[in-house]
């Protein structure tokens, strides 16, 4: 046996709880300023009034979830009077689904499955509020999520005016929002608008240098020394500004070390990197499928089989056609998809010029890919 070779009970992950995607780093680099400003918008909520409304907003794997739940880790520690409420809205994008979630942070419980109104679950999170005599703040992470069918004004309206039914509750909102296309202040209406008048936070791309130092610090923290090499290193990097997000840096990192494990070698080798950046370089693909209801899968599904047919820049009116063939949607209800996959960056939506103006939608992944993704066999 070479001398090299790791044993069968031998691991290169140091912790490989640091290349999961929700870890929270206790050193977290180059997001101070945004760090900062959060809690200076939430601070108000430590004496007891509410804190200022904030959006944070950036291109995906910049840093703004890490950045938010770090705040209301510090803020967990630091009292009981603020209560800080993390919602992932891909997940949670209903009203009812979201203040489910704020009533078992509060409760410790979720409330009843059915049979419970929404008032009645929004009553009790009040109560709880009114009697603890404390604040509360909740984070919507990916709140466009919520502008597809309108829920944004359902969610903020009776959080935002709660004071208003309720003397003495007070709530504030951070809301996280990765499609740099959306102005969420022009998106819900004006008797939100009233309320909300949000402070933005922006959290800009990273650069080369400080991708090369958050990946370093990942490796530092969670392989053991020299399982990743300077070289390696700089691979990972480039790959993950072509991506243009820093989570798939951290996945290929992951993925590279359990390629090398896999053939019981001692350190991460080029082909490690490069047959994962394979798998990793879809990982925004794959979080965006699984935030889909089913109908929304289906539709997304043949769209992508007639891609594969056609590969090239489709017809929206024909696409709806081949759509209805198997999945029984209205044309309202199909074109508010398609915007929703183009604010997901899955498809782009765009217009032709000529005796009218054409819809046109081409898909921004390979269509086999997408079918792969979401369990369909390509039929072609």
């Given at each position: 046996m070479k001398k090299n070779l790791l044993m069968w009970e031998e691991t290169l992950f140091r912790d490989p709880e640091v290349f999961e995607i929700d870890y929270v780093p206790e050193q977290f680099n180059h997001r101070d300023a945004q760090i900062r400003e959060l809690a200076f918008q939430v601070r108000p909520g430590l004496r007891g009034v509410r804190p200022q409304n904030t959006i944070c907003r950036g291109l995906p794997g910049t840093g703004k979830t890490t950045s938010v739940r770090k705040v209301l880790a510090e803020i967990e520690e630091a009292t009981k009077k603020l209560v800080p409420v993390y919602i992932n809205c891909q997940i949670d994008n209903t009203k009812f689904a979201i203040f489910s979630q704020i009533y078992r942070r509060i409760t410790g419980h979720l409330p009843p499955a059915s049979g419970t109104s929404f008032k009645q679950v929004f009553d009790a999170i009040a109560r709880v509020l009114q009697r603890e005599e404390q604040v509360l703040l909740v984070a919507l992470d990916d709140a466009n999520y919520l502008l597809y069918e309108n829920e944004i004004n359902q969610v903020l309206y009776p959080l935002l005016r709660s004071h208003?039914?309720?003397?003495?509750?007070?709530?504030g909102v951070i809301a996280i929002v990765s499609d740099m296309s959306v102005n969420l202040q022009s998106e819900v209406d004006?008797?939100?608008?009233?309320?909300?008048?949000?402070?933005?936070?922006y959290f800009p791309p990273y650069s080369g240098e400080e991708v090369h130092d958050i990946l370093e610090e990942r490796v530092l923290q969670g392989l053991y020394p020299n399982v990743l090499r300077p070289e390696m290193l700089d691979l990972v990097v480039e790959q993950t500004m072509k991506s243009g997000d820093l989570r798939v840096g951290i996945d290929l990192l992951k993925r590279a070390?359990?390629?090398?494990?896999?053939?019981?070698?001692?350190?991460v080798e080029r082909d490690d990197v490069c047959k994962a950046y394979e798998v990793s370089r879809y990982l925004h693909l794959s979080f965006s499928l699984q935030a889909l209801k089913a109908e929304e899968k289906e539709v997304l599904g043949r769209i992508?089989?007639?891609?594969?047919?056609?590969?090239?820049?489709?017809?929206?009116?024909?696409?709806?056609?081949?759509?209805?063939?198997?999945?029984?949607?209205?044309y309202t209800k199909y074109y508010e998809m398609i915007q929703k996959f183009d604010a997901m960056r899955l498809?782009?939506?765009?217009?032709?010029?000529?005796?009218?103006?054409?819809?046109?939608?081409?898909?921004?992944?390979d269509p086999g890919r997408v079918l792969e993704h979401l369990g369909l066999e390509q039929t072609i």
């Open positions: 208003e039914a309720y003397p003495g509750v007070r709530i004006a008797r939100v608008a009233s309320v909300f008048r949000p402070t933005e936070v070390a359990l390629n090398a494990e896999k053939e019981a070698r001692r350190f992508a089989e007639m891609a594969a047919r056609d590969d090239q820049e489709m017809n929206a009116g024909d696409v709806y056609r081949f759509v209805k063939e198997q999945v029984a949607v209205s498809l782009n939506l765009h217009y032709r010029q000529g005796k009218g103006r054409t819809r046109l939608i081409s898909l921004r992944y």
